[in-house]
């Protein structure tokens, strides 16, 4: 009989060798083991070593129960590492593609881009901006991962387990844009600073002083100004991100991998993970790049609006300016942060991301 407080999510959204329910079992055979060993002769057995004593010594591989408070912690460590060594690690491309989506006239492309900005600032201008970058999406990536683990799991409860697996993509769906909508208030005074040091030669060093000169200029709730257009980019990169990441990994365990996942070795899952990672990254790149041009427009111009932007601009430069150079970063970005968010996961004691759903959960 199904433990009544087993978490309704599920199992599918996390393949585990062990579940809680199996390490109360291990734990139990193990004090019959010793209760029945006080009493009985050692020639004969007790019944629970009837078992197989692969069974007996094999202990639990999870270090840290599924949604619990530590769990929770370690996806928010994880998210972390995951967004802001990433996001730091690819300064210059992103510095390269909010300039070219400023002034297209002066940064034609990605090599000319990067030709002036060695030019006229330098090595060291091609990482201008890293301590904003590296602040705001380390706070974003903590939100990003560890509150999509809690909505995910939060809506499948909600849901039951039979719709939670029949609607598992928008349950994917629902988790993610809830955890971006939070990701972002963290993220988007950083964001700010960062465009404005970025793009505007001499406006700043980098936060230290990009900050104070960006409140002086425009006051505090400036900060936020570009919150809007940034859910309007974030939120629907996040959905994208997640659930094709999901669907993509179940998707490739169920038709290209011939071995079951739970048999795959670490390293071969982490290398899924980005696999499923890099394809979801371009998605998200196509379907939040016109958000991300006008993100870089309002926080570049003091008092622009989204209007000026599309005006400027034009509709089609929304959806193409700085596009490829976008999806080769996004793509490569997205890989990488599954990669070590997952590799994180593996480190502390539970299993990857995604996986297959079992014929029981499918027929559900």
């Known amino acids: 009989m199904e433990n009544p407080r087993q978490s309704l999510i599920p199992s599918f959204l996390y393949n585990s060798s062990s579940s809680s329910s199996s390490k109360r079992l291990f734990d139990l055979d193990s004090l019959m083991n010793s209760s ?3 009493h009985q002769s050692p020639s004969i057995p007790s019944p629970s070593c009837s078992k ?9 591989s999870e270090k840290i129960e599924l949604y619990s408070p530590a769990f929770y912690a370690a996806s928010t460590v994880g998210g972390i590492l995951a967004c802001g060594l990433t996001h730091t690690a690819v300064t210059p491309l992103d510095l390269v593609k909010c300039n070219m989506q400023i002034d297209p ?3 034609r492309s990605i090599s000319s881009g990067f030709g002036v900005l060695l030019k006229e600032q330098g090595v060291k201008g091609l990482f201008r901006g890293w301590v904003p970058t590296l602040l705001g999406y380390s706070a974003q990536g903590a939100c990003k991962y560890g509150f999509y683990e809690y909505f995910k799991k939060y809506y499948s409860d909600i849901a039951g387990p039979e719709y939670a697996a029949k609607y598992k993509t928008l349950i994917y769906l629902a988790g993610s844009a809830s955890a971006e909508v939070i990701a972002d208030v963290a993220l988007c005074p950083m964001e700010a600073v960062k465009v404005r040091v970025q793009t505007q030669p001499g406006f700043g060093r980098g936060l230290s002083d990009g900050l104070p000169k960006f409140v002086r200029s425009e006051g505090a709730l400036g900060l936020y100004k570009g919150l809007v257009p940034l859910w309007g980019r ?6 994208m991100k997640f659930a094709s990441f999901e669907t993509i990994v179940e998707m490739l365990y169920k038709y290209s991998i011939p071995t ?8 071969f899952q982490l290398g899924v993970s980005f696999a499923g990672g890099y394809v979801a990254g371009i998605l998200c790149a196509i379907v939040s790049h016109p958000a991300d041009n006008l993100v870089s427009f309002l926080n570049n111009a003091k008092g622009a609006t989204v209007g000026d932007a ?7 430069g929304l959806f193409t300016r700085g596009l490829p150079l976008r ?8 890989g990488v942060q599954w990669g070590i968010y997952d590799a994180f996961k593996v ?3 539970l299993p990857t991301t995604g996986g297959v759903t079992p014929p029981a959960a499918a027929k559900a």
């Open 105 to 107: 006239a002066k940064y």
């Open 347 to 349: 480190f502390v004691g």
């Open 234 to 239: 974030q939120i629907p990169y996040t959905m």
């Open 310 to 316: 599309v005006k400027q601009l034009g509709v089609l």
């Open 327 to 334: 999806i080769v970063m996004v793509g490569t970005l997205t």
């Open 36 to 38: 029945h060993g006080l």
């Open 52 to 60: 197989p004593k692969s069974f007996v010594i094999q202990a639990p």
């Open 260 to 267: 079951p996942k739970d048999q795959c070795s670490k390293p």
